[in-house]
């Protein structure tokens, strides 16, 4: 079975820190990494994603930084706002047959305090 | 926001009764899939469709059925639910091989 490690479950950030989620996979033939930000009450949402032959993506405040050696992922959010508090959950995608699905960790609760 | 509605929003049933869950689409997107959501679980794939009539079983398949007979619709079957499908479920859809999911709001199910 496909896993995809995250951590940490909660995460608590002062307005205008630095927040940082990891993850971590085993399958080496995963091709496409996204984050998904969700709200409550709401669904996910893709809010940024990488592939395996980028080291790091940036768009606005939001920066993916991937190690392919190590097999991690990770998502930094950099001025954290209170308006990012939200549940992070970052994917990996398989690349042949009916592996080519998403596979999601397990979330991450962030919580920016004003 | 992408065209996704699921119903019901909310429901609450008794073990041992069947249960249907609908998405609907005007996105007239490929992909359809169902997800369940639990606490320290993430989001597990449940089934998913590539067409009209075409699904496949996903991660927790178990206990869950699915059908698709129009582009715009995919159903999930619980044929006798349990006290462990009590969950959100979530119906995404995708253009192609995701890719970006476009998720619905969610259904919220509590077998009592």
């Known amino acids: 079975q496909q896993q995809v490690k995250q951590s940490p479950q909660s995460l608590i950030v002062q307005k205008g820190g630095i927040s940082i989620i990891n993850c971590a996979y085993e399958n080496t033939a995963f091709d496409y990494f996204p984050w998904y930000q969700q709200f409550p009450g709401k669904g996910p949402a893709l809010l940024i994603a990488i592939r395996p032959d980028v080291s790091e993506k940036k768009e606005g405040r939001f920066t993916i930084s991937f190690n392919k050696s190590a097999k991690q992922f990770s998502l930094h959010i950099m001025d954290s706002q209170p308006g990012d508090s939200a549940t992070y959950f970052c994917a990996a995608r398989g690349s042949s047959g009916s592996a080519r699905q998403l596979t999601f960790g397990s979330g991450t609760q962030l919580t920016v305090l004003p | 926001d992408a065209g996704i509605t699921q119903s019901p929003r909310h429901k609450v049933t008794e073990t041992g009764t069947p249960v249907t869950l609908r998405c609907h689409q005007t996105e007239n997107h490929r992909y359809m899939y169902w997800y369940r959501q639990d606490p320290g679980h993430g989001l597990r794939l449940i089934h998913y469709s590539y067409g009209v009539k075409d699904t496949d079983k996903g991660e927790v398949s178990d206990g869950y059925s699915v059908s698709r007979s129009k582009t715009e619709d995919f159903l999930l079957t619980l044929e006798s639910a349990t006290s462990s499908q009590t969950s959100v479920y979530f119906c995404?859809?995708?253009?192609?091989?995701?890719?970006?999911?476009?998720f619905g709001e969610g259904s919220r199910l509590t077998v009592l």
């Open positions: 995404a859809i995708s253009e192609g091989v995701p890719g970006e999911l476009f």
